[in-house]
């Protein structure tokens, strides 16, 4: 592609966001969190189909907050491998940004790149996500008028799987609700930040977290954060295969042909009894 080509879709995807703006700045403004310019982006993205014919059926208008919201919801969920459910109890500005602070030292990496974030949710519309949940678009007029039995076996399968998820954390959603994030499968994470989770005086009260496919209660969360990460896990598991390709799986074969050829032995003694006599005979009078 020219550059000439290339400063020319520039500026007509900026147009077309400009005629958006007064919305995207008031998100900008009203929900703060981490991947804010990510998210934008992507909504600008679908901004621009729209704008060429590739219509997004949403139940809102696309440049909506609503809309936004659904979207950034299920970024959350698809590209997060541990996600904390937390009761806040309406937290001051200071408070938030204080909690913000100390999650953003635990959740950088390198002092640069954060793994994880943290957001306040408005529980209707996670709500929405979760139901629709198992829909390309969850935003969309047919997620919400897809007739289940009328669902291919593909999808049909993501519903039931999608089903477990909505039941397991429909309950937890009352109430003043948050979030908090983390890209990796990490225990250690996970303890520092029930660490701080612990010294807010019930501000942040845990509930419940999904772990990769997983729902997890208190007892359950209890469990995995003493686990050791997931990189050491297979280190181990490495360590152990390579101890079992040594000597142990010299022996295991040997045992396995040692086996084979005293039951084949057997099998022909059984045959032919004249010869094993005549074997046993042989081999006392050698030992005369």
Do not use: C, W
Not at 69 to 95: A, C, G, P, R, V
Not at 123 to 135: C, G, T
Not at 235 to 259: D, H, K
């Amino acid at each position: 592609m020219s550059s000439l080509a290339a400063r020319n879709i520039y500026s007509y995807s900026n147009s077309l966001f400009a005629k958006n703006s007064h919305s995207f700045n008031a998100l900008f403004r009203r929900q703060k969190h981490f991947n804010s310019v990510a998210i934008i982006n992507n909504h600008k993205k679908n901004l621009l189909i729209e704008n060429k014919k590739v219509v997004r059926t949403t139940i809102k208008p696309i440049d909506s907050r609503k809309t936004f919201l659904i979207d950034f919801y299920k970024d959350i969920l698809d590209n997060n491998s541990i996600i904390l459910f937390l009761h806040h109890n309406n937290l001051t500005k200071t408070e938030n940004f204080n909690l913000r602070s100390r999650f953003i030292d635990i959740l950088s990496k390198d002092g640069k790149q954060e793994i994880g974030s943290f957001h306040i949710i408005r529980n209707k519309l996670f709500r929405v996500l979760l139901r629709n949940y198992y829909d390309n678009d969850p935003a969309s007029i047919d997620a919400k008028s897809e007739e289940v039995e009328k669902l291919d076996t593909e999808k049909f399968n993501k519903f039931l799987d999608n089903e477990k998820l909505v039941n397991k954390l429909l309950p937890i959603l009352n109430g003043p609700t948050a979030v908090l994030t983390i890209k990796e499968t990490n225990p250690m994470i996970l303890k520092k930040l029930i660490t701080i989770l612990n010294s807010t005086n019930e501000k942040l009260i845990l509930m419940a977290a999904k772990v990769e496919n997983s729902i997890f209660d208190l007892d359950d969360i209890n469990q995995f954060k003493n686990l050791p990460s997931k990189e050491n896990l297979q280190s181990q598991l490495v360590g152990l295969l390579t101890i079992l390709s040594g000597a142990g799986l010299v022996r295991t074969l040997e045992a396995t042909t040692q086996s084979l050829y005293l039951h084949l032995k057997s099998h022909e003694d059984n045959i032919n009894p004249n010869k094993a006599d005549s074997n046993t005979e042989e081999t006392s009078q050698e030992k005369q």
